[in-house]
């Protein structure tokens, strides 16, 4: 379930985080750039408040995606 999307304007374009829930409530977040999904990470034993700032943190350019 989709409980926030999250958006960054740049002079690139639109940068979205996506955070859902689960049914086991555990978290993920997709991460997308202005061509499309990059990433999708999970989160099993995380608050939703450390989802929604890592995922802050990306569209603010502290965290790196890798892989």
Do not use: Q
């Amino acid at each position: 379930m989709l409980l926030k999307t999250l958006f960054k304007e740049s002079d690139h374009g639109s940068y979205r985080a996506e955070i859902h829930r689960s049914d086991n409530n555990s978290f993920s977040v997709d991460y997308y750039s202005p061509s499309g999904k990059i990433k999708s990470e999970p989160f099993l034993n995380s608050s939703v408040l450390f989802v929604e700032t890592t995922a802050i943190n990306w569209l603010d350019g502290i965290k790196v995606l890798k892989g």
